[in-house]
């Protein structure tokens, strides 16, 4: 069946240091969303990325959505200890409608 | 706006014993859904519901029910439960228009232990 895979499931950074989790689709998406959860919080929405190729910014974070549309990434320039958390990709389900069907994250933690 | 709301926020169920998870939005949308979180495992949709009176089927759905009465309430419904029923469960919301595919909007999440 479909599925969306995440690497790394852990990475540990110290604050300061670039950080970088990437997403694969066993099917091609036609766009693909990015969440975030804080320990203990619920999925908030950051981005989505829905042109082959497309790569979008927002502060430190960089999105890109790969030009074959089956994998993105999401890059952390110099991260802070407030980028703690769990970050998911998201893409539609072939089998649910406009359902999404989500990664397993990438958790990041930060030492100061 | 409220957003999506979630009621209870923790909960602790003996075997066999039954509940409804309450999950209400107040911005309209047309779309909701029902996702369980294991530790590690992601999010892992339940049911979903395109609309007042439709529901379907997701990934997840044995052991677990859901009605949509109103464009705000979507209800879970969880009859005979099992240890396996032990997870968080998200309650989402969106506003898709010609089945695209639009941001989810998650309540705050109900934890839940059978044991």
């Known amino acids: 069946g479909q599925q969306v895979m995440q690497i790394p499931q852990y990475q540990h950074v110290q604050e300061g240091e670039d950080f970088t989790t990437y997403c694969n689709s066993s099917?091609?998406?036609?766009?693909i969303q990015w969440y975030k959860q804080r320990p203990g919080g619920h999925p908030v929405f950051l981005i989505q990325?829905?042109?082959?190729?497309e790569v979008k910014k927002q502060k430190r974070l960089t999105f890109q959505f790969g030009e074959a549309k089956k994998n993105s990434s999401l890059h952390i320039t110099a991260t802070q200890t407030t980028d703690v958390g769990t970050y998911f990709c998201?893409?539609?389900?072939?089998?649910?409608?406009?359902?999404?069907?989500f990664g397993k994250g990438t958790t990041l933690s930060v030492s100061s | 706006n409220a957003g999506v709301t979630q009621t209870p926020k923790f909960r602790i169920l003996k075997i066999g014993q039954s509940m409804t998870l309450q999950c209400a939005q107040d911005?309209?949308?047309?779309?909701m859904y029902w996702y369980r979180q294991d530790p590690g495992m992601g999010l892992k949709l339940i049911y979903y519901?395109?609309?007042?009176?439709?529901?379907d089927k997701g990934e997840v759905p044995n052991g677990y029910n859901v009605s949509r009465s109103t464009t705000e309430d979507f209800p879970l419904r969880l009859e005979l439960a099992a240890p396996s029923q032990t997870s968080v469960y998200f309650c989402?919301?969106?506003?898709?228009?010609?089945?695209?595919?639009?941001?989810?909007?998650f309540g705050p999440g109900t934890r839940l232990t059978v044991l």
């Open positions: 989402a919301s969106s506003y898709n228009r010609d089945r695209v595919v639009d941001t989810q909007y």
């Open positions: 099917t091609t998406l036609s766009n």
């Open positions: 990325l829905v042109k082959s190729g």
């Open positions: 998201a893409g539609p389900s072939n089998q649910a409608g406009t359902a999404l069907i």
């Open positions: 911005m309209n949308h047309n779309y």
């Open positions: 519901s395109v609309g007042a009176g439709i529901t």
